[in-house]
């Protein structure tokens, strides 16, 4: 273990293990449920939490309990919990001025906004992609790129310079066609883009994130359903990915032109961490050149650092880069990037809203991106993904009953595995919070790593510990 | 005028007049636009701004001209800018805490978000409505308020307890009835809601807001045209608003129980500034009540004290409250108020995403109640909006062929009226700004007011004076 990794830098008094006082769910956080309840939602909570006593690797509880996390707020903590390089920022001048004067950034930008973006989101912005447009949240990110996608593509069909006609400008005030076409994002199978109700349409994680909820009839394709380990599963994996992509451009051509882009995770998160080969997503890329449809490559939950580069697309190795890649979580900030100008709708006020974003979330993320470089920690995620991947490996072996499909080598900490069914997954969550453990599962019954960015060797020790204490009871 | 007015007590610096040291667009704003524009749209922007030097009810351009803002960053800055009162709020370590450990709220709220829910947001909520959901932007509020909406519809038809039906689930995966069902939120002409593409659907404002963007086939009604003064033509105001109630009650017909609800605004904004009466909000609540429909007010720009009431729908005196009162802008948080049990889902994880809101803006949103309640802003807003109005009014009255259909009599400083056509609304817009203030648009032709709660007779004064000097050029 090197002795001055990037947690202990920041996080001197992180402790050397979770404290726990209390069991799960302790006296103040129930009666904490009870009271918030009356006026706010509450039956998703797990826990209430003691920000101000959380540090680094470490999440308090509202009864002093100190677990180690490795969910970090649904993957979207990057530097641990009250990391002192962000608190200096959160005092800053600009801070001050960015909270209290929040601008509309599409009519009166700031004289700093440039700078902010050009340091801070554009410093890291994917190869080839020198563009960006901001927004609130994932969801938000997505529909604005679809918005692009649409409006690019009518484009490309009505030709530039030409003015809408007057069936469109009538038609589109009643909501239909030629105004509002029925053009289509196709996603995946198991794919989660968002939640309002464009990126909706395009979620097929589970039921009940859609049920009841008016939806696009928009067309899904099927996505890998790969046997893990990747590498030893070579002739029956790339069977089954020329399978799906024989589908993809079957549905793409019945669908006769009206599919504008088609979006993909580079790792089906929420849908239960289903991996694909760089090969998969080239071919991806080579079907959507070809058949004149944008890809959106949707890194909300994989970017920014956690899978060992900084963005998950990077490993893909692709001859030319994605159309539009969008981000959020980790970044606090959100939105996408893109290269093409036609991208750019060619009359203003098309993408646009209040806010278009917020240089508050903008300048965390400068300050992201510069720890993330100053700390090196891609190579630290990568390191020490390969260490823990390594272990969870050697507890699969011993545990295969509990344990399966291992998955995320190579792909820094963001790692999961299948648990036998649902209810021993809910029953293995709930048992590594008595560990010590705060942990999240996606998908039908698997579980998955999302520590933070200063997450060490130590903390793997800790959780690989804590797992076998489970397994082993 | 009083003498120790609000704006007064927060800034003893504000300048007497505006300060123009370079015409409109000038040469610092002209090179920042261009190379910011390399990176991030900026077609839609009219200045840069330099927020650090911009204080009260002025703002700053990167020239370094000081404009009287009634325009506050499309209706969003309260307080006026550099606020005293935000700045410590900015630099708490509450804010500290929000900022850096941004939570995910409906997994993992902070032992402080009750607290900080319970003297802000809700010190705040419309009578009769007692419970919240929080969200980002305005779209997002009216999209999550949509989604209540349809489950809620869904739940009646359902009955509770009763478990979703296979074919629900499976069809709900491929966006088809009846798991994705072909239900409807009615809008009204000209209505504006947002732009993601659920609140989109509902927008009805200008064709370059929806065009090439596919859209929910969802119902419009008519919203009244009305004669200005609205007292002037009692007879007149009342037939056109009886003709609409009639039409909203057939299309609810028509539409045979798939509409889940109606969204309104208060005055409608974006679309012109189009006001109805309390009697013609009164029936919309009867019709509504009658036809098992709910009712949703978008108060995202009306709301927040501008109208001379906290929320603008106080003034219509409904002998029940809407079904939900959504809200975002001037509270820099945004989300929804509500009172009925079933409008939060039966099921965990359906009203949910990462975030659920943000503390840091709900904290803002803290400070603005109270900040709102201490200086009597609602009364000063009723106050100074009743001293423009009449001044505005004798405007009218010298320059008929320029000012038309003044409106917004009582309530506050939301004030508008019409330009004789566009071009000469948008010149009348240019050329304000070449005597120092800074004024939006809004409609075909139409101009509007949007100033902060802290704006004076004082400023009223300088605004009717600087309109004059461009009427009589």
Request: some cysteine; proline content about 7%.
């Amino acid at each position: 273990m090197p002795d001055k990794s990037a947690a202990t830098l920041y996080f001197p008094d992180e402790p050397v293990q979770p404290r726990l006082v209390s069991p799960f769910r302790g006296p103040k956080t129930v009666k904490s449920l009870e009271s918030l309840g009356e006026i706010y939602d509450t039956r998703a909570a797990y826990m209430v939490c003691d920000y101000q006593h959380s540090i680094g690797n470490y999440i308090c509880d509202a009864d002093g309990n100190l677990y180690l996390d490795v969910y970090a707020q649904i993957a979207s903590i990057p530097l641990g919990y009250n990391n002192p390089a962000l608190i200096e920022i959160a005092k800053s001048p600009e801070m001050i001025d960015a909270i209290v004067n929040r601008p509309a950034l599409g009519n009166f930008p700031s004289t700093e906004w440039e700078q902010i973006l050009r340091e801070g989101l554009m410093a890291a912005a994917p190869p080839g992609l020198d563009k960006i447009w901001t927004a609130l949240s994932g969801s938000d990110a997505n529909e604005c790129a679809y918005k692009a996608a649409f409006i690019y593509h009518r484009l490309q069909q009505r030709g530039k310079g030409v003015d809408f006609s007057d069936a469109e400008k009538t038609s589109t005030m009643l909501n239909s066609a030629p105004g509002s076409p029925d053009l289509a994002i196709l996603s995946f199978e198991k794919a989660f883009h968002g939640r309002l109700f464009g990126s909706l349409s395009t979620t097929r994680s589970n039921p009940i994130h859609k049920l009841d909820i008016p939806a696009f009839k928009w067309p899904k394709a099927p996505f890998p359903a790969l046997k893990y380990p990747i590498e030893d599963h070579e002739e029956y994996n790339r069977k089954e990915e020329d399978a799906c992509l024989a589908a993809l451009a079957k549905i793409i051509d019945e669908w006769n032109g009206t599919i504008a882009a088609v979006v993909v995770e580079p790792i089906q998160s929420e849908g239960g961490d289903n991996h694909a080969t760089p090969y998969f997503f080239q071919q991806v890329r080579e079907i959507t050149k070809q058949k004149g449809v944008l890809l959106i490559v949707d890194e909300v939950q994989t970017g920014v650092a956690a899978t060992g580069t900084f963005w998950a697309h990077e490993q893909w190795q692709l001859p030319s880069p994605p159309d539009m890649v969008t981000f959020s979580k980790k970044f606090q900030a959100a939105g996408f990037f893109y290269e093409l100008d036609d991208l750019r709708p060619q009359q203003p006020f098309r993408q646009f809203n209040t806010w278009c974003g917020d240089p508050s979330k903008a300048l965390i993320a400068r300050g992201i991106v510069k720890e993330v470089k100053d700390k090196d920690l891609v190579a630290q995620t990568a390191r020490v993904g390969d260490y823990l991947y390594n272990a969870l490996a050697e507890l699969q072996t011993k545990y295969p009953a509990k344990m399966s499909n291992l998955r995320g080598k190579g792909r820094g900490t963001f790692i999961a595995w299948d648990a036998p069914d649902v209810d021993a997954r809910n029953q293995f969550l709930l048992d590594m919070k008595a560990v010590g453990v705060n942990i999240g599962g996606c998908g039908a019954h698997s579980v998955r790593l999302r520590p933070t960015l200063v997450f060490e060797e130590k903390h793997a020790d800790l959780l690989v510990k804590a797992i076998e204490a489970v397994f082993s009871k």
